[in-house]
């Protein structure tokens, strides 16, 4: 029984209606940022179940699991609001085939909706090879995070005496990005080296031979990196064409979301699934394409028409999101780009105020004047629509510092990963092991927390007992009485095959030994965290789509309940596709954003520039941007002075406010020759006072706004200190 769905109409334009409606064959929206892209994929994906499709023959492919699972939330209130009842096909409501990526089951009639495939590519390619792996595989794969990846590079380096001693030969950390770069933009080391790593290419040779042995390491020990996840599914389906089938008869719909994101194996990837019908529909905006580095090819946006040559085009133009002046300056953004987006974002939107352009005397004060306007937009907003923005996860440092002395919640996205910090990495290695006995670097980890097990004998016991040669284990085992507990819990475990958040909890337990010994200092919080380890995994029910989830997404954020007392820290790579009332952007200096790095090309450039774009669309109604006038130096303790960031210099003094920090802890208003003091509120004063030992030389000058652009200046960014390792902040989790 299916009941019509009120229309759509009122909720949305001529344009984004067409895109909802046209179900079959291929479609493209481009369009700029705000213009309802996203709201278009909802509408769309609930009019297909109004239509009577069954919500287990759509893909929904999402830059985030969380992007699609909101999604999938809307959608459904969207049914429940509009229609009255829909009741599908029997067979619908069992959870097929374990991949569902959905655990809410809330009591609506369209609980069916668990069984919609959505989040990432790479998420998608794991529920599939976790069934399916192409030749060359044992067993079904584990995922490798980075660390892991630069331990086996490292490992395979020295066993092959490649550049031994050579203290100019790359890092491992460094070799694998020139990997996953060769990789993701499908070109030969050679040709990466060649292009963009000029100073590699005394070792090309080495660093070829090294290539091999990592992909057949990875090979034999039945483990895959975030890469190989979409090349490896590619050759599935190449090897397996029955599989495919099954697959493209399986999704009838494909909605791809961030389409200008997406690199070539990804591109393939979606052809191959939509097969001949080619139903699909992608949304994208060629003006935030910011994975380049990662491969992403904005060229697929454009070839869509070659792939698909039936294909719709739709373009929005119309703004939802931000008020005109927010816009005006979005476009500015734009104007000075090298490659034109034929782009002009409008809205209908009234306008409230100006973006705001604050000039702190440092980053240290930045921090405390960044917190005391949170406080005070805290007071017209939720918490959950106020969001700071940063280049890099550890921008937020001296922020998250300051917010916590204050009491202002927050959560973070992006940056450093909860799950790299040690002990939950020393966990989830033995349930890997679980998984998937062959894993090595796993087995390493465990081993080595074990006093005694040198590399030489964790080898010689991983081969033991992949030869079952139980002789040598015990006798290799005798000599380490604790390993000989890890081996019988994993065994154990093994053995009776318990529910995940079980594993994670007797894990806990039998880790805690080693917890307080290895961290004296805080083993208690890192407890916690263990703990918080087994409330996530008690989402689960099957233990390598729990550690799988770990690696792909972050469920530490993702299984997060909205919590509305909260703000945002975010970088601006995990921003993409969000909004918020407040957006305040900070570390708007050289070298910090635009990144050191990418003044060294002019693409890379760009693409700093289109993620200030994605930064500053991201606002609704009020935008700051901080341009702190000098950079903490951890080495002197002292402060350096900063040009502002290129995109700060760029902007018409017309499209914002400048405010600049003054010496009694309020912003002294610099634009149109007004000098206003503004003052936080009395009581915030004590705190928000910077500590005289990071004052900078009061005579300092302010750059006029309006300079002229990059590239006079790109060369002269020389004076200034260093992009800090995250570990140098004290940030690191490890
Ligand atoms: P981005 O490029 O940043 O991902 P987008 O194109 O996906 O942006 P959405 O996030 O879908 O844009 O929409 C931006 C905002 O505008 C949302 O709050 C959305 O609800 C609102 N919006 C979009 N279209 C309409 C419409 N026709 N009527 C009212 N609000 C709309
Ligand atoms: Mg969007």
Redesign the pocket.
């Known amino acids: 029984q299916i009941t019509q769905t009120k229309d759509f109409n009122s909720?949305?334009?001529e344009a984004?209606l067409q895109a909802v409606e046209s179900i079959n064959g291929a479609t493209l929206v481009i369009?700029?940022?705000?213009?309802?892209?996203?709201?278009?994929?909802?509408y769309r994906l609930a009019h297909l179940l109004n239509s009577g499709v069954s919500p287990s023959n759509i893909l929904l492919l999402t830059f985030t699991r969380k992007a699609s699972h909101e999604m999938l939330q809307r959608a459904t209130k969207l049914l429940n609001e509009t229609t009255s009842n829909i009741i599908y096909p029997e067979n619908d409501l069992s959870a097929s085939e374990n991949n569902n990526y959905y655990y809410h089951k809330e009591n609506s009639p369209h609980t069916s909706l668990i069984n919609l495939q959505g989040g990432t590519f790479h998420s998608f390619a794991f529920s599939v090879l976790r069934q399916y792996y192409p030749s060359g595989y044992a067993t079904p794969p584990n995922i490798l995070d980075s660390s892991d990846s630069s331990g086996i590079i490292h490992d395979c380096k020295d066993n092959l005496k490649i550049a031994k001693g050579e203290k100019s030969f790359p890092k491992s950390q460094t070799v694998l990005s020139l990997f996953s770069k060769a990789r993701n933009k499908e070109l030969s080391l050679d040709e990466v080296i060649k292009r963009e790593l000029y100073h590699l290419l005394p070792y090309s040779d080495d660093l070829e031979q090294l290539y091999q042995a990592y992909k057949s390491f990875k090979r034999q020990h039945a483990v895959m990196d975030y890469d190989d996840l979409l090349f490896e599914l590619e050759r599935l389906f190449t090897e397996r064409p029955d599989l495919l089938t099954s697959y493209q008869n399986r999704f009838q719909y494909i909605m791809v979301?961030?389409y200008q994101d997406t690199n070539l194996v990804q591109c393939r990837l979606v052809r191959l699934l939509a097969g001949e019908k080619g139903n699909i529909m992608a949304?994208g905006?060629d003006a935030?394409s910011i994975y380049a580095f990662r491969g992403a090819n904005v060229k697929n946006i454009l070839a869509f028409t070659e792939h698909f040559p039936q294909a719709k085009i739709i373009k929005?133009e119309?703004?939802?999101?931000s008020t005109q002046s927010i816009l005006n300056l979005c476009n500015s953004v734009l104007d000075h780009a090298v490659e034109s987006y034929k782009k002009h974002l409008f809205t209908k939107r009234e306008n409230k105020q100006k973006p705001q352009v604050i000039r702190p005397f440092s980053d240290l004060t930045q921090a405390k004047l960044v917190a005391s306007r949170i406080v005070e937009l805290m007071g017209r907003y939720e918490p959950n629509e106020i969001a700071v923005l940063f280049r890099s996860g550890y921008h937020s440092y001296h922020l998250e510092l300051e917010l916590n002395k204050r009491g202002v919640r927050f959560r973070k996205y992006g940056g450093i990963r909860y799950i790299e910090a040690q002990h939950i990495k020393d966990v989830m290695s033995y349930a890997r092991l679980l998984v998937n006995p062959l894993d090595f670097n796993a087995f390493q980890r465990v081993t080595s927390l074990s006093k005694g097990i040198g590399p030489k004998t964790c080898l010689k016991l991983y081969n033991a007992m992949q030869n079952h040669d139980d002789q040598e284990v015990s006798k290799i085992c005798k000599k380490a009485p604790t390993l000989a507990a890890d081996l019988k819990i994993i065994e154990k475990l093994r053995i009776s095959n318990p529910s995940p958040s079980y594993i994670i909890d007797e894990l806990t337990e039998h880790y805690k030994p080693y917890l307080t010994s290895n961290f004296p200092d805080d083993h208690p919080r890192r407890l916690q965290g263990l703990e918080e380890l087994g409330h996530i995994a008690a989402t689960y029910t099957e233990l390598d789509l729990f550690i799988a989830d770990l690696c792909l997404e972050d469920p530490f954020n993702s299984n997060q309940q909205e919590d509305t007392e909260k703000i945002t820290l975010s970088t601006i790579h995990s921003a993409?596709?969000?909004?918020w009332s407040a957006v305040l952007i900070i570390d708007l200096a050289e070298d910090r954003f635009p990144s050191k790095k990418s003044l060294l090309k002019i693409e890379d450039f760009e693409e700093e520039r289109r993620l200030m774009y994605?930064a500053c669309?991201?606002a609704?109604d009020e935008l700051y941007l901080f341009s702190p006038l000098s950079l903490y130096d951890r080495a002197t303790g002292g402060t350096n002075q900063v040009q502002p960031s290129p995109f700060i210099k760029e902007l018409k003094t017309e499209l914002y406010e400048e405010w600049q920090e003054n010496y009694i802890g309020g912003l002294t208003q610099k634009s149109a020759g007004v000098n206003q003091t503004q003052t936080y509120k009395p009581e915030r004063l004590s705190q928000t006072k910077w500590n005289s030992e990071y004052d900078i030389d009061p005579t300092i000058t302010i750059t006029p706004a309006n300079n002229p652009p990059i590239p006079s200046t790109v060369e002269q960014n020389t004076n200034t200190t260093q992009a800090k390792d995250p570990r140098s902040l004290g940030l690191c989790t490890h």
């Open positions: 909720h949305l334009n984004q369009a700029g940022a705000g213009s309802g892209k996203t709201r278009t994929i909802v979301d961030e949304v905006d935030q929005l119309e703004n939802y999101r993409k596709g969000l909004e994605v669309t991201r609704k």
